[in-house]
């Protein structure tokens, strides 16, 4: 099991940055890649943005260039950098932890607000 715990999320105005966090707990041994998506009300989950264990980064075609996903092992924590934040990236974001044995969870997910 792995508990995943986000932060950082808020109302910030167009143009602006936030970082959103998720702290992974529990069977951290295991944990293969960290990844965040997100959700509009109404639409399907996207990727915005996962990290490997190796670091091998991949991005959404709408964050690429603005957002930058990072990993810090020594507290199992993996990190979203959000700059240049446009109305259309409102979401609820959420945290995925894949495990090496394919078993994934998701974290409980934090709003991020872009006003224009």
């Known amino acids: 099991q792995v508990q995943l715990v986000e932060s950082g999320g808020g109302l910030v105005q167009a143009g602006g940055s936030l970082r959103l966090s998720c702290a992974a707990s529990?069977?951290?041994?295991?944990?293969?890649?960290m990844g965040w998506y997100r959700q509009i009300a109404g639409k399907q989950r996207e990727l915005v943005a996962h990290i490997t264990s190796g670091d091998s980064t991949k991005y959404g075609d709408s964050v690429k260039g603005r957002f930058t996903i990072s990993r810090d092992n020594a507290k199992n924590t993996a990190y979203l950098q959000m700059n240049s934040l446009k109305p259309e990236d409102t979401a609820v974001y959420y945290c995925?932890?894949?495990?090496?044995?394919?078993?994934?969870?998701w974290g409980q997910g934090t709003q991020v607000t872009v006003s224009s």
């Open positions: 995925k932890a894949l495990l090496r044995s394919g078993i994934y969870f």
């Open positions: 529990g069977s951290v041994l295991s944990l293969d890649y």
